[in-house]
């Protein structure tokens, strides 16, 4: 169905209207709503990121998306893909977001969210993948940031110093 509708025109970065999807309220942190210019409401590629079963097939519909011009950094209630991949476990979709050049890995997110880094560093999504896993992960989230660590504000909820003093 995808393919068919992107055949036909179907613009992949069509935004539905705003509400309360891929909201996170961090427990006992105040959330700093930020104003980005990219967020609006949640797009297909934000909906194909975020699956956390049939990872197989929303593959294949994310790389039709990315294929067909669809916009990486584009946020919903401050998440783009890339964060809802690494908060979803979908880890071949990060990893197909982070090949592609017009992705933004070092983006800052909007509602205090920090970035991408953050949410894959964050204690409240440790459990859905190993450590070695997140491992990896933060290795090719570094590697494909510009200047790595440098000038990358880490947010880190709760006065939280264990991730930090892991990643220095």
Known sequence: ???????????????????????????????????????????????????????KNSLKIVRMLMERGSD???????QSALSLAAITANDEAMLLLLNYQKTKPDLTLSHGLGSSLCLLLHPMFEH???????????????????????????IIPNQITEGIEFVL
Do not use: W
């Open 128 to 154: 859905i993948r190993s450590h070695e896993k997140r491992l990896q992960l933060l290795k090719q989230l570094i590697y494909r940031t510009s200047h790595g660590l440098m000038g990358h504000h880490v």
């Open 72 to 78: 990486p950094n584009l946020l919903c209630n401050g």
């Open 1 to 55: 169905m995808t393919r068919i509708l992107l055949e036909n025109g179907a613009d992949p970065n069509l935004r539905a209207d705003p509400d309360g999807s891929f909201f996170i309220q961090f427990e006992s942190s105040e959330t700093r709503v930020m104003k980005s210019k990219y967020d609006g409401g949640r797009t297909a590629l934000h909906l194909g990121c975020a699956r956390i079963y049939d990872k």
